[in-house]
């Protein structure tokens, strides 16, 4: 009976791994492919981008806890003007300087700390909070799961595939994926690198927002709450290889299953899970310096 009680609790621990880790990799994942898409167009490495994420955050606060507004239409406005913020950030900001990669991270850092300044001028450092979608748990192979951290997965799995349809089945996808391999040959097609670049932009900085608006319920949201998301941004899309998105995507879920791996794990030292995963990322650069799926030539991006 014994031997019986361990092995459940290691299926359901096993489970627990399983489900919390895919949802802390999504959300990884939705921050790493927008700034990897970004990056493979414009060539913009671009560290405000998880500055959007937590714009996203406060917007939905304001919409839904100041302002009363359903959930449903407070999330939709948020998305939208945190990708307008986004669009007219990089129109006035980086579009005239993006293939100057010194004077794009000092801009880029800069415009996260405006926000973050911003954001503790209009609230102060006090921890803000946004009521939870939909009440309720759901059991999962023997694990008991809110319902409202399922719905954060779908609703970023989902954006994610949106996303892949989007580049693959439309004309703007197209242009996107054409001006990534080789602008010159997009040029001569007569495909505008400006217009890419700009809807990559836009595309980009919407996951962002996604991500920041679909979470904002299981977050504490504070003017810092970026900061940690961008490391852990950083670190997927340099482990899966700069470019990739496919390799943005599979090493945010390398690195959100080791987060969550040394949580459980290692519950008293889960304050390092960050520090172990970047740990991973070292290693793995050691053997593979490029990364997972690093490229080689330009013309492999995307």
């Given at each position: ?20 880790g895919?949802m802390?990799?999504a959300?990884y ?8 898409l ?5 060539r ?43 669009v007219?950030c ?59 951290e ?5 609703i970023t799995?989902?954006?994610l ?10 004309n ?38 996604v ?8 977050w504490?949201?504070?003017p ?19 470019g ?11 690195l ?8 459980f ?30 490229v080689?030539?330009?013309?492999e991006?995307?």
């Amino acid at each position: 009976m014994g031997v019986l009680q361990k092995l459940i609790r290691v299926s359901i621990m096993l489970s627990m791994i399983l489900i919390r880790g895919a949802m802390v990799g999504a959300l990884y994942a939705s921050l790493a492919v927008g700034f990897s898409l970004i990056y493979g167009v414009a060539r913009i490495i671009n560290l405000a981008h998880t500055a959007f994420f937590m714009l996203a955050a406060y917007f939905l606060f304001i919409f839904v806890t100041l302002l009363g507004f359903n959930t449903v239409s407070s999330i939709a406005i948020s998305i939208v003007i945190v990708t307008g913020v986004g669009v007219v950030c990089y129109k006035i900001l980086l579009e005239r300087i993006r293939e100057h990669e010194g004077p794009v991270l000092l801009v880029t850092i800069a415009l996260a700390i405006l926000f973050q300044e911003l954001m503790l001028l209009g609230f102060g450092s006090v921890y803000r909070n946004v009521p939870h979608f939909v009440a309720g748990n759901v059991d999962i192979i023997g694990v008991t799961i809110p319902i409202q951290e399922l719905l954060i997965l779908g609703i970023t799995v989902a954006c994610l595939l949106g996303v892949l349809a989007f580049l693959y089945w439309t004309n703007i996808g197209l242009a996107i994926r054409v001006t990534a391999q080789d602008r010159e040959v997009a040029n001569l097609m007569g495909i505008s690198g400006g217009k890419a670049c700009m809807a990559s932009v836009a595309v980009g900085v919407a996951l962002a927002a996604v991500a920041g608006a679909v979470v904002a319920p299981t977050w504490i949201i504070e003017p810092h709450m970026w900061e940690h998301p961008l490391v852990m941004m950083f670190a997927a899309v340099i482990l899966g290889g700069l470019g990739s998105m496919k390799g943005a995507f599979i090493g945010a879920f390398i690195l959100g299953y080791v987060e969550v791996l040394v949580v459980f794990l290692i519950p008293e030292g889960s304050f390092i899970k960050g520090a172990v995963a970047l740990a991973i990322m070292v290693v793995i650069l050691l053997t593979r310096p490029e990364g997972l799926f690093g490229v080689v030539f330009e013309e492999e991006r995307l």
